[in-house]
T-cell receptor, first 112, second 114 residues
Framework: DAGITQSPRHKVTETGTPVTLRCHQT?????MYWYRQDPGHGLRLIHY???????DKGEVSDGYSVSRSKTEDFLLTLESATSSQTSVYFC???????????FGSGTRLTVV | AQSVTQPDIHITVSEGASLELRCNYS??????LFWYVQSPGQGLQLLLK??????LVQGIKGFEAEFKRSQSSFNLRKPSVHWSDAAEYFC????????????FGAGTILRVKS
């Protein structure tokens, strides 16, 4: 989608290694989110941000951390990847609740 | 807490037939309601949204949805399905009390028979 980019698109990593996923936006939206998508669970919120250096936990935040030092970048870090973190990760941005979300194309992460 | 239920995991319809995808939510106040569509290997695209006012909302690609407060439902409909509508559909709910966060249903996979 225009204005939001996720990198990398695909990644395979080994159990126990750190991994960082990047979400970059050019829309200057205040709100940014990280979700994971797993079959049968839909999308579940990991962490979100409502401004630079303002972040909070979602429903499945254990094992994940985030940082937002600039409006345009929201980083998701798996400190020590586990097989249960194999998933598709989506970043989303929002200007306000009235506009819903715009999603990135996703990052497929496999932990072996 | 908010929750969203999409009772149908899979639905198969014939091309040209009508479609209704169900969505029920659990929340006391007036929610913000959304439907998103996801094609294989892609991100999610917003189809339509409801905040207030007319309970029948129109979206892109010929979709519409109706908010029924008494049934806590926000079902998605389309009068005539096209093969290109085959995708996964997600209902999502937000509420002012929960900030700008959305809770998503588990999704419904739509298959279209030719």
């Amino acid at each position: 989608d225009a204005g939001i980019t996720q990198s990398p698109r695909h990644k395979v990593t080994e159990t126990g290694t750190p991994v960082t996923l990047r979400c970059h936006q050019t829309e200057n939206h205040r709100y940014m989110y990280w979700y994971r998508q797993d079959p049968g669970h839909g999308l579940r919120l990991i962490h979100y941000s409502y401004g630079v250096k303002d972040t909070d936990k979602g429903e499945v935040s254990d094992g994940y951390s985030v940082s937002r030092s600039k409006t345009e970048d929201f980083l998701l870090t798996l400190e020590s990847a586990t097989s249960s973190q194999t998933s598709v990760y989506f970043c989303a941005i929002s200007e306000s609740r009235s506009y819903g979300y715009t999603f990135g194309s996703g990052t497929r992460l496999t932990v072996v | 807490a908010q929750s969203v239920t999409q009772p149908d995991i899979h639905i198969t319809v014939s091309e040209g037939a009508s479609l209704e995808l169900r969505c029920n939510y659990s929340y006391g106040a007036t929610p913000y309601l959304f439907w998103y569509v996801q094609s294989p290997g892609q991100g999610l695209q917003l189809l339509l949204k409801y905040f207030s006012g007319d309970t029948l909302v129109q979206g892109i690609k010929g979709f519409e949805a109706e908010f029924k407060r008494s049934q806590s439902s926000f079902n998605l409909r389309k009068p005539s399905v096209h093969w290109s509508d085959a995708a996964e559909y997600f209902c999502a709910v937000g509420a002012q009390e929960y900030g700008n966060k959305l809770v998503f249903g588990a999704g419904t996979i739509l298959r279209v028979k030719s």
